[in-house]
C-alpha cells in the first residue's frame, strides 16, 4: 500500500474558497479535512468540500462520449465525438446562420481557470452571439450597477466584513453560503466578531435566516421591497446632513440627481412599502450613517427580483454617501494576485449599454450574454435568429433556470445539442451528444474569479491530484480541441498552468507571487486586507463615479408604482432559500450530501398554516401562474405571514437519489415564470412569486 500523501487545495463548489488538507494514496483520497492555517477560511469547512470525492468516485458519472441512438446513448471514441459535434454544429449554421448555434454556459465554469481561459475560444470558434449563462439566473444585478457606475462588470465593491462596525445585510443568508458575490468561508464567526468588538449586525429578509439568527436583530421585510428601504435611508441620510463622500469627493458625479431622486422614499410611505415601521427605518439609517465604519451588503434576495438592479445600486448609493465606499470597514475593491478586471480592461472605451436586446422580448445584453430567461422562447419563436442548436457546458437550466420545464419542452424541438458534463441529468438527457467532463481533483486550482471577490488577498495554486478517467483529457482540453475542430486550427492553446505562470507576474503582487513560487510553498498565501485603491482603477470614460445613472432613475416610477396587487387566487408570496448541504442542482448525487431528512419543503408561518388547515409534515400543492408541485409543509414562524419559501437545485428525476426521496422532491422551477425579470439587468425575478397553497 502506497504511503499517505497531503495536498493543500482550496475547495470550489462554492464561492468560499476553503482552505482543505487531502490525503490521498496516489490513487484514492483518504480524508479532507479543514486546514487551519488557510490564511482566508482559517479552519472553516463545510459538508460539501467532504463531498469533492464523490464527483469522482460517481458511479452515475459520465466518463465516456455518449452518442445518443435513437433513445439511448452509445459510447463513442473521442475524435468521433469531435467530428460529429463540428459537422452538426456547422450544419445547423449553415441551413439556419451563424445565431442558431446557441451557447449555455452553468456555473461550475467560474470555478474552473482552465474553463474561464479556454470558453471565449470556443465561442468565438462557433460565431454565435446567443450566449446565456447561469450568471443571469442570480447575479447580473450587481455587474449591471458597477457597469454604470463604475465602467466595469467586475469592478465590485466587496463588504470589508473584518474591520467593520455595522454590517447590514439585506436578503442574504452568507452564514449558510458563507459569502455570495463576497467570498468569506467561516461567515458566522466573523460575524460573531463584529459584535465581540462591540459592532452590530442587522438582517433584513422576509424570513428569519441562519444568518439573522445569528445576528441578533433581524427585521421582516415584503418580498421586492428591498430597494424602497435602501433608498429611504438615503432620503433620512440625506435630509439630516450633507452627504460625506471621504477621499471620493473629488471623482463622484451625481450626488443633487440622487438627493431628488430620494425625495419621494421617505419612511412613512416607505413604511407602507415594506411593512418595516417608520420610526425603524429612521434609526437604521441614522445608526448606519453614525457608525465609524459601516457596509450595506445586498444578496440573493436583494438580486433574484424584479429590482434587483435598483437595489445594488441603492446599496452602492448607500455605502458611498457615508463614505463607506473605498473605506476601511466598509465596501473595498480587492487587488488579487491575478487581476481579471485588468486583464479585461475597457479603460478608455465609451460603450452603449445595454450592448443588445434579444430577439423576442427585448431582454437587454450585458457582457455578451442574454438573459436565460429568454432561451426557451428563442428557441421556440420562428424566424431569423431562431435557436436551432444549443452547446451546454456544466449547466442544467431545465432545473435551475425559470420556468425549466418550458425550456425542457423547447430542447425537445432542436436540430442537435451537446453537453459537456459529469451527469446524464435533466438537462443533458435531451442532449443528441454528451461529452464527459472532469472534476474538481482531477484539475489544477486557481481560483480566478473568486479571489477578485475575497474579503482579504491571498493566492494559492494546486496541481491536479488526479488523472481523468479512461485517460480522458482535462475539460479546458476539450473545449480547445472542439474549437479546432471547428476552426480547422492544427494546434490547441497553451495548458492553463502556463498562462498563469505568464499572468501572475503582471499582477498587483507580480513582485512576489510566481506560479514557481506557489508550487514550492504548496499552500495558500496571505496578501493582506483589502485597501483602497478606486481612484485608480475606475473603468468609466470619463474617470469618474456616476452615484446616479440616468437608467436607474428611469426606473424609479416603476418603484413608486409598486402597490399591492396581491392576486387573490395566489396571494402568498414565494422565495428561495439556500442549504448548506446543496449547491445548485449538481451536488444532489452524492449521498452524505443528501441524506438525512428532507430538505425540500415549503416553509409557512403557523398564521398561515392554521388558516389553510395545514399541519406539518403533510403535503401541500403550491401553485403558480406556470404550474404546480406537491411537498412536505413546514410550519415555522421564521417565515414572515404571506411569505413561503422552497429551496433552490431539488427536483432530480435521474441519478441515484431513492425513488422516495426523488418523488418527495420538486424543482422550484416548475413555478418560477420567465416572464417576470428585473428589466434594467434582465435578471429572472424568483422572488416575489405569488403563488396559492392547498392542502392535499
Known sequence: MAEPMVQYRSCNICEAMCGLIVTHDGSDVLSIRPDPDDPLSRGHICPKAVALQDFRTDPDRVTKPLLKRGTDFEEISWDEAYDHAAERIRAVQATHGQDAVAVYLGNPNAHKFGNMLNLPTLIKAIGTGNRFSSATADQIPH????????????????PDIDRTDFLLIIGGNPVISNGSMMTAPGYGRRMDAIRARGGRVV??????????????????????????????????????????????????????????????????????ATGIEAETIRRLARDFAAAPRAVCYARMGASTQSFGTLCQWAANALNIVTANFDAEGGAMFTTPALDYVGLTSRKGKA?????????????????????????????????????????????????????????ERALTGLDFMMSLDIHVNDTTRHADLILPGTVALEEPMYDMVFHTFAVRNTVGFAPALFAPPHGNPSEWEVITRLAARLTGANHIGPAPEQVLGMLLPEGFHGDKVTLDGLRSRGRPMDLG????????????????????PGAFLDDLPRLL??????????????????????????TQNSPRLVKGRNRCTVEVNPEDAARLGLSDGADVVVTSATGSVTLPVEITPAMAPGVVSIPQGWGQKNGRLSAATQTATVSINDLTDDSRTDPLSGNAAFNGLPVALHPV
Open 143 to 158: 455587474h449591471v450597477a458597477s457597469i454604470h457606475m463604475l465602467g466595469h462588470p467586475m469592478l465590485m465593491p466587496i
Open 561 to 586: 408604482a409598486l402597490a399591492d396587487h396581491r392576486d387573490t387566487s395566489r396571494p402568498f408570496a414565494l422565495i428561495g432559500r439556500r442549504q448548506v448541504r446543496s449547491h445548485n442542482s449538481w
Open 351 to 407: 460603450r452603449t449599454y445595454p450592448e443588445r436586446r434579444s430577439r423576442v422580448s427585448g431582454q437587454p445584453l450585458y457582457n455578451g450574454e442574454f438573459p436565460v430567461s429568454t432561451l426557451a422562447e428563442e428557441i421556440e419563436t420562428p424566424g431569423s435568429g431562431q435557436i436551432r442548436a444549443l452547446v451546454t457546458v456544466a449547466g442544467n437550466p431545465v432545473l435551475t433556470a425559470p420556468n425549466g420545464r418550458r425550456i
Open 529 to 548: 486586507p483589502l485597501v483602497a485603491n478606486l481612484s485608480d482603477r475606475l473603468e468609466t470614460p470619463d474617470g469618474r463615479l456616476n452615484l446616479a
Open 203 to 272: 438582517v433584513i429578509d422576509p424570513r428569519r435566516t441562519e444568518t439573522a439568527e445569528r445576528a441578533g436583530e433581524h427585521h421582516f421585510i415584503r418580498p421586492e421591497t428591498d430597494a424602497w428601504l435602501i433608498l429611504s435611508m438615503i432620503h433620512v441620510i440625506l435630509v439630516d446632513g450633507p452627504a460625506r463622500l471621504g477621499h471620493l469627493a473629488p471623482l463622484v458625479d451625481g450626488l443633487q440627481a440622487l438627493t431628488d431622486a430620494v425625495e419621494p422614499f421617505t419612511p412613512e410611505a416607505t413604511a407602507a
